[in-house]
């Protein structure tokens, strides 16, 4: 590395620094499974592994908090039960800020599939290469879509279907709108596809009972936005609850992540899904329901900043980097935010006085800047915000707030810790705005 530990620590917090780790990595650190049966990747992994024929579960958690470096952990955890296992990133395959329908979800996963399947499993490829010929002969006769180039010619390519769904918003509402009448045989196409697939990999490894395991990452960063809010959250309730059963595969093993708010949303879903419960994958333990810090997880915190880079205490007091911890909530993603942002004023400074360290007043400026971007707080949302505060409960006044309780839960304001059991909790920062909220209310009477 470069001699300049400010570039350093900035580097090993960004880029190819933020994105999901190996369990091999030099980076990992172990989070949940450090304290004895509150791994809920240990329990994922359990669940698949005593299943017989085909399962689905549900995984929750909010965007940056390290699921999907779990997600690889478990992947590597069913490989060496003996397990063949696909990982799909949906963020390739999907529109995150648009309704999701199960007629466009089916084709995306039939897409990231594939992409799979013609990344290690060439042999394969003539099996991939059927389906969608099969598909595509489907939509422009039967479905009477316009003709569609799923990039078949000269090796089998991954069918670019995905990418018109992802990027391509008129594309993708044609699809929903030509499907609709024609869902029963696209998902029969999809459950026989799959079921050929299981056959031949066991086939190919002589092992009729290999397992087969699809763990679809990202679908936690579908989010309602502007307009379409209210809809794009009903349609994921809709996808996961109303159409629950097209989403068990034969002979096939399924995790998909969700986002935090669906099970609110849709409450039982577990039990509609097959019986397995949600399984959530917390933020990291840095509070306690009394609001005070937990060492446990503020030391974590630290241990995944001295996995990344050991030096961190030439830039970052060891104080300072507790306070850091608390008040991002054990968020990883805020976290690296605020290293980053106190390493750029540190940085900054220095070109005038190189030999400047770390002061409150620059750390101070750092988390106002991170407090602002939750900011402002409408009163009716402050009042709720200040309940689930006091309760620890993410409760609903009434059915008509569901919306913006996924807003809360989905925008970071109200975050899912578990320690026995699970509780909510807003966000750090926003706690002494509240207060100011309260003081202003209380003095109005």
């Known amino acids: 590395m470069e001699s300049d530990p400010l570039k350093n620590l900035y580097k090993s917090l960004s880029g190819n620094g933020a994105l999901p780790l190996a369990p091999d990595d030099p980076y990992y650190v172990e989070i949940h499974g450090q304290r004895v049966g509150e791994d809920p990747i240990q329990d994922l992994w359990s669940r698949i592994d005593l299943s017989d024929s085909e399962s689905v579960n549900l995984l929750t958690g909010f965007r940056g908090n390290g699921k999907s470096t779990e997600l690889k952990r478990l992947k590597k955890m069913l490989e060496d039960s003996g397990c063949q296992v696909f990982l799909v990133n949906m963020l ?3 529109l995150m800020t648009k309704p999701l329908a199960l007629s466009d979800f089916i084709l995306s996963l039939m897409a990231a599939l594939n992409g799979q399947i013609e990344e290690h499993l060439p042999d394969l490829r003539p099996l991939s290469q059927s389906y969608w010929e099969r598909l595509q002969t489907f ?4 479905v009477e879509i316009d003709k569609i180039d799923f990039g078949l010619k000269g090796g089998g390519a991954t069918a670019k279907i995905g990418l018109k769904l992802k990027t391509d918003p008129e594309f993708k509402i044609k699809i929903q709108q030509h499907l609709e009448g024609h869902l029963t045989r696209l998902v029969e196409d999809a459950h026989n596809f799959v079921d050929d697939l299981v056959r031949q990999i066991r086939d190919q490894g002589n092992d009729p009972d290999k397992k087969i395991v699809l763990l679809v990452d990202s679908l936690e960063q579908i989010r309602g936005v502007g307009e379409d809010a209210e809809s794009i959250y009903a349609s994921v309730v809709e996808l996961f609850s109303g159409q629950a059963s097209n989403l068990c595969f034969p002979k096939l093993h399924v995790v998909y992540t969700v986002p935090p ?185």
């Not at 939509?139 to 039967?142: D, G, I, K, M, V």
């Not at 991002?328 to 390493?343: M, N, P, Q, V, W």
């Open 92 to 94: 390739d395959y999907v």
């Open 139 to 142: 939509l422009t006769s039967e």
């Open 261 to 445: 708010y669906l099970n609110v949303l849709a409450p039982n879903l577990g039990r509609i899904l097959g019986g397995n419960p949600i399984t959530r994958w917390p933020n990291i333990h840095v509070r306690k329901q009394d609001n005070t810090p937990d060492p446990y997880g503020i030391n974590l915190m630290a241990d995944i900043i001295e996995k990344r880079f050991p030096e961190w205490q030439q830039v970052i007091p060891k104080e300072t980097l507790s306070r850091l911890a608390s008040v991002s909530g054990g968020d990883l993603r805020d976290f690296f935010r605020l290293i980053r942002e106190c390493a750029i004023s540190l940085r900054n400074v220095r070109l005038s006085c190189p030999e400047a360290s770390l002061e409150d007043p620059m750390v101070n400026r750092v988390i106002r800047q991170l407090s602002n971007e939750l900011l402002p707080i409408a009163e009716e949302d402050a009042r709720w915000m200040a309940r689930i505060h006091q309760t620890k409960r993410a409760a609903l006044p009434s059915e008509k707030n569901l919306p913006s309780l996924a807003r809360f839960l989905d925008c970071n304001l109200i975050m899912n810790y578990q320690n026995g059991e699970p509780w909510y909790d807003i966000h750090p920062l926003l706690i002494a705005e509240l207060a100011r909220f309260e003081e202003n209310e209380n003095g109005q009477c």
